[in-house]
Structures are given as structure tokens and as C-alpha cells.
């Protein structure tokens, strides 16, 4: 009966990618009162065993003889998978990352183990999306940085799933109420990898129905033309209508509801207390939700949009808890149009210039949502755009001239291009300025080289002059190439040609012999003695 009262559509491919063999597998079933879809990647090599397959079609087996959208139940439906993977792991150890979702046409429960995703969208905005168990969403967790995840080195460093030796834990969600035009999608790595929220949501507004949304989705996923493509499994339901509830039903709730409310009265006092203490926990969450809203503005002022994301993601969380759609939604927004930002200056970093104009206009058309918001700075980016070109342009010469060590030429280019990325703050001047140092850097060495080759040329003349004998010329060269050698600070250098500079001026200032004093050859040194003795008597006298 419920299924038909209400309106569910699904659609769905699977494909291998640049692989032979399609790992992935997807299945669903629709019974009169539930419906579960189940989305897995096989994580392992076997050959013979598909453990994809084998997760989906116990899933499905176990769901058809007990359907249920009890938590348990859910449980049990993984549980199920999980057993038959390790059952079926003979040769190697089969194991699978999964996402289901099982729904009563009303409502719906996910489970997720690994890193296959589950994401709900309404109003064409997404509205929730599952957790991976990963290192890298535990990582980003931690961080508060969940827009990460996509590009993380341990996105696939799985902490838990099908298969896994021991302490398997499923994540199975609370029950979420459906509405009508909901839109659920369930994906592998393969796609959601290269394909982010706001594409999804973007691909979301120009179909009509799960067909032409599965079919966007692929188009955006091909269009990054990968080397390489990994396997990929997309599943698209448009919930056009939900099964209404009856009345009966509601008045059982209603007087649930009133049932608690008196037992809350009779609770009294310390009721009151609580309530009074909630509340004061609320304002404070509201408070810091505002702060957040403010700081991450005036950072979004200043052009710090990494900064901006991680304060508009930390109000948006906040106002999830105090469930809060309007600042759910205000904040939502302007981390999208933060996103689009950062997305279009990496794009024409790298001189993806279509790309960058793409991003630009979709953060141009989601901040009409919030009173024009980043107006001024959207539309100064895309008037800028021209400028932007000359700059990569001009710093893609400057790199090839740094290739062709032609640095004095490559210099000049990045000086250039730097000068205009400081005119229009481009958010790749800082990368322009590390390429002008390191082209410095290159000079520096590059003159240091030729003063060298100078100063040994000095030498060589110098040693030429000395070897002819012409050491006034040989002094002068060896002067200069040591001066130059010290500002080198070759000092190996410096203390030879100290000891040539020796020698040299030895050879201009030879030190002379003492002079001997004369003495007659004639006479005898006897008489000599006797004679001085003589004349030494007759002067005493």
C-alpha cells in the first residue's frame, strides 16, 4: 500500500572504468510497505569471488525475510554481509566498503562500513551526507574540515568494513523523515573522488528526473579526463512523493506526545531546571554560532578564504544542533560561495581559465541567495580575468626561461607577472614570489661562478708574470684575484695566493747579507796581536 501512495524513482549505472572488471555492484528492491537500495565496492583482488556481489545479494536476502526500518534490523542486514564475506574468504580475504539505505516510503534509515556514501539532498541543497570510516575522515574530524576529504592521501586508509577480522562497526543513522522532492544518492570512491557536493548539487538543478541526473553526474565525472578511472557506481532516487501517514496514526503519536508532556509536568521542579539549563546551553551555542558567522565575514573581507570556510563550516554545525535551518542555510550558502571562490583562483592558477569563469559565475548566482553575497569581490574577479591571463601567461614564459637556465630573462618575467598579480591581489602572487627568489638564488650563484673563473684568471696571469720574471705585474694579479677570492670566501684560494704574494715580494725586497769587517792579508795575526798590545802599553803610558 505504501508503495503505491507514494512516488520513488530510482536509476542507476555501475561501471569499470579504465578497469576489465567492474568491482563495484548495486542492487534495490521495492516491497509493497519498504524498499532498500544497497551500493558496495568490492575491496580485494579475487579473482572467482566477487565480494561486491556477494554483500549486496545477502543484504537483500536478509532485508526480504525480515523487512524492517528498525536500527537492529539495519544492523543485522550489514551483519549479515559482513559474515558471508568472511565465510566466503578462502583463498584471500574478501572484504567491501557499503552504503545502504532502507526506507518505508516515509522515512529512511543509512548504514554505512567504509568509505561508499550516502547523500541527501532537499530543496535542491545538500542536506546530509554519511561519514566515511576512514584515517582521513577521523583526521578531518578533528579538524572540523570536512571539505578536505575528497583530495586526503588516507581517504582510503578504512578504518572498518565488510570483511575486516574483527570489532566490525557499522554506522547505521537515526531515522530521517523524507519529504517530498528529496533527492538520495548513494555512491562509490570511484566518483565521489573526483566529483564534489556543489557539482552534485549544481548537476541536481538541471535534471528533471534520476535518469538525466545519474547521466550529469557521469558527464562531470568524464570531463576531468583522468589517465586513469576507477571503478564507479552512481544511484539517483527522486522521491516525487511520500507515503502520507494516516491520521490514526498521528493521534497515536499526539497522544504519546501529550502522555510525556504530562509526565513532564508531574516531573515539576527539577524539570524546570533542566529546561532552564538547555536553555542557557542554547544561547551560548547561539552566541557562538554568531561569532563564527562574524569572524569567518571578516575574514571573507580580507580575502583569507580558507580562513572564512573553516568559520562559516563551524557556525553551520552549531546551527545544525540547535536546529536552526535559517542559519543552516544562510551559512550553508556562504560557504558554498567561499568554496566556488577558492575553487575558481586555483582554477586559473593552474590556467584553467574556463573553469575559473565557471566557478566564479556559479558563486556569482548562489550569493544572490544571501543579499548579494561577495558581490563585489565575484564580479572584481571575472573583471579581472584578463589580467589573470597576462600573469600566468607571463609567468609560464618566466618558467621555461628558468628550464633553459636563461635566469636574467626569467627574472624579469616573474617581476613582471608579479607586479601585476600585486595590482589586483591575485591569489597566486605568493607562489610568483617564491619563483623570483629561487630565479635570485640562481643569479646569485650563477655571478659567484664567474667571479670565480675572473679570479682564477688573474691568478694564471700572475703566474705567467712571475715565471717571466716580472714580478711588479705578478704582485698586482695576485692582489686582485685574492680580493675577489675573499669576497667568494674561497678561503682555501685566499691562503694560496698568500703564500705567491710571499715569494712575489721575497723577489722585489731580497733580504741582503751582514757586511764583514776588513782585514789585511798580510799580516801575521800573531804580530797583529803583539802590535796592538804595544800600542796599547804606550797609550797607558
Same mark, same amino acid.
Do not use: C, W
Given at each position: 500500500m505504501r508503495r503505491e501512495n507514494s512516488d520513488f524513482k530510482t536509476s542507476f549505472l555501475s561501471e569499470a572504468g579504465s578497469f576489465m572488471q567492474n568491482r563495484d555492484y548495486f542492487a534495490y528492491t521495492e516491497l509493497d510497505d519498504m524498499v532498500c537500495w544497497v551500493a558496495v565496492k568490492g575491496l580485494d583482488t579475487d579473482q572467482e569471488m566477487k565480494s561486491a556481489e556477494l554483500a549486496v545479494k545477502a543484504v537483500l536476502e536478509s532485508f526480504m525475510e525480515k523487512p524492517s526500518l528498525s536500527k537492529n534490523s539495519v544492523k543485522r542486514y550489514m551483519k549479515k554481509a559482513h559474515q558471508q564475506l568472511q565465510i566466503q574468504s578462502l583463498r584471500v580475504r574478501l572484504k567491501a566498503s557499503i552504503v545502504i539505505v532502507v526506507s518505508n516510503y516515509s522515512k529512511l534509515i543509512y548504514a554505512v562500513a567504509g568509505n561508499s556514501r550516502f547523500y541527501h539532498f532537499r530543496n535542491g541543497s545538500l542536506l546530509h551526507r554519511s561519514n566515511d570510516q576512514s584515517l582521513a575522515q577521523e583526521i578531518v574530524n578533528e579538524k572540523n574540515r570536512s571539505f578536505e576529504i575528497n583530495k586526503h592521501e588516507e581517504k582510503s586508509n578504512l578504518l572498518n568494513y565488510l570483511g575486516k577480522p574483527n570489532d566490525f562497526k557499522p554506522y547505521i543513522s537515526k531515522k530521517m523523515k523524507l519529504m517530498d522532492g528529496d533527492v538520495l544518492l548513494l555512491t562509490t570512491p570511484g566518483f565521489w573522488e573526483d566529483v564534489n557536493e556543489v557539482e552534485m548539487a549544481d548537476a541536481l538543478e538541471l535534471a528533471k528526473d534520476p535518469i538525466q541526473y545519474t547521466d550529469l553526474l557521469e558527464e562531470v565525472l568524464l570531463s576531468r579526463q583522468n589517465k586513469i578511472i576507477n571503478n564507479y557506481t552512481i544511484a539517483a532516487v527522486f522521491v516525487n512523493k511520500v507515503y502520507q501517514e494516516s491520521n490514526k496514526k498521528k493521534m497515536k503519536y499526539i497522544k504519546i506526545i501529550a502522555a510525556a508532556l504530562i509526565a513532564t509536568l508531574i516531573v515539576g521542579g527539577s524539570t524546570l531546571f533542566y529546561q532552564a539549563k538547555q536553555a542557557k546551553k542554547l544561547a551560548e551555542l547561539a552566541v557562538e554560532m554568531k561569532d563564527h558567522e562574524e569572524t569567518g565575514n571578516?575574514?571573507?573581507?580580507?580575502?583569507?578564504?580558507?580562513?572564512?570556510?573553516?568559520?562559516?563550516?563551524?557556525?553551520?554545525?552549531?546551527?545544525?544542533?540547535?536546529?536552526?535551518? *535559517?542559519?543552516?542555510?544562510?551559512? #550553508?550558502?556562504?560557504?558554498?560561495? /567561499?568554496?566556488?571562490?577558492?575553487?575558481?583562483? +586555483?582554477? &586559473? $592558477?593552474?590556467?584553467?581559465?574556463?573553469?575559473?569563469?565557471?566557478?566564479?559565475?556559479?558563486?556569482?548566482?548562489?550569493?544572490?541567495?544571501?543579499?548579494?553575497?561577495?558581490?563585489?569581490?565575484?564580479?572584481?574577479?571575472?573583471?579581472?580575468?584578463?589580467?589573470?591571463?597576462?600573469?600566468?601567461?607571463?609567468?609560464?614564459?618566466?618558467?621555461?626561461?628558468?628550464?633553459?637556465?636563461?635566469?636574467?630573462?626569467?627574472?624579469?618575467?616573474?617581476?613582471?607577472?608579479?607586479?601585476?598579480? *600585486?595590482?589586483?591581489?591575485?591569489? #597566486?602572487?605568493?607562489?610568483?614570489? /617564491?619563483?623570483?627568489?629561487?630565479?635570485?638564488? +640562481?643569479? &646569485? $650563484?650563477?655571478?659567484?661562478?664567474?667571479?670565480?673563473?675572473?679570479?682564477?684568471?688573474?691568478?694564471?696571469?700572475?703566474?705567467?708574470?712571475?715565471?717571466?720574471?716580472?714580478?711588479?705585474?705578478?704582485?698586482?694579479?695576485?692582489?686582485?684575484?685574492?680580493?675577489?677570492?675573499?669576497?667568494?670566501?674561497?678561503?682555501?684560494?685566499?691562503?694560496?695566493?698568500?703564500?705567491?704574494?710571499?715569494?712575489?715580494?721575497?723577489?722585489?725586497?731580497?733580504?741582503?747579507?751582514?757586511?764583514?769587517?776588513?782585514?789585511?792579508?798580510?799580516?801575521?795575526?800573531?804580530?797583529?796581536?803583539?802590535?796592538?798590545?804595544?800600542?796599547?802599553? +804606550?797609550?797607558? $803610558?
Open positions: 571578516l575574514y571573507f573581507e580580507d580575502a583569507s578564504y580558507e580562513e572564512a570556510l573553516m568559520e562559516y563550516s563551524k557556525g553551520r554545525n552549531i546551527a545544525k544542533k540547535l536546529k536552526d535551518p *535559517v542559519h543552516r542555510n544562510l551559512l #550553508g550558502t556562504k560557504l558554498r560561495v /567561499t568554496q566556488l571562490i577558492i575553487n575558481g583562483d +586555483k582554477a &586559473a $592558477e593552474a590556467g584553467k581559465f574556463p573553469e575559473a569563469m565557471e566557478q566564479f559565475e556559479k558563486a556569482s548566482q548562489e550569493g544572490k541567495i544571501v543579499k548579494n553575497f561577495g558581490k563585489d569581490v565575484i564580479q572584481q574577479k571575472i573583471a579581472n580575468m584578463d589580467s589573470i591571463v597576462q600573469i600566468v601567461e607571463t609567468t609560464k614564459n618566466g618558467d621555461h626561461q628558468f628550464d633553459s637556465e636563461d635566469y636574467f630573462t626569467a627574472l624579469a618575467s616573474y617581476e613582471k607577472a608579479r607586479k601585476k598579480a *600585486v595590482a589586483i591581489s591575485f591569489s #597566486g602572487e605568493p607562489q610568483i614570489k /617564491t619563483k623570483i627568489e629561487e630565479t635570485e638564488e +640562481k643569479i &646569485a $650563484e650563477l655571478k659567484k661562478v664567474q667571479k670565480e673563473l675572473k679570479a682564477e684568471s688573474l691568478e694564471k696571469n700572475g703566474d705567467n708574470s712571475y715565471a717571466k720574471q716580472d714580478y711588479v705585474n705578478a704582485l698586482d694579479s695576485y692582489v686582485l684575484a685574492q680580493e675577489i677570492y675573499q669576497e667568494t670566501e674561497l678561503l682555501a684560494k685566499v691562503l694560496g695566493l698568500e703564500r705567491k704574494i710571499m715569494n712575489v715580494n721575497e723577489k722585489l725586497n731580497p733580504v741582503l747579507p751582514t757586511p764583514v769587517a776588513d782585514v789585511s792579508p798580510n799580516l801575521d795575526p800573531l804580530e797583529s796581536e803583539e802590535e796592538s798590545s804595544e800600542n796599547v802599553g +804606550k797609550g797607558g $803610558e
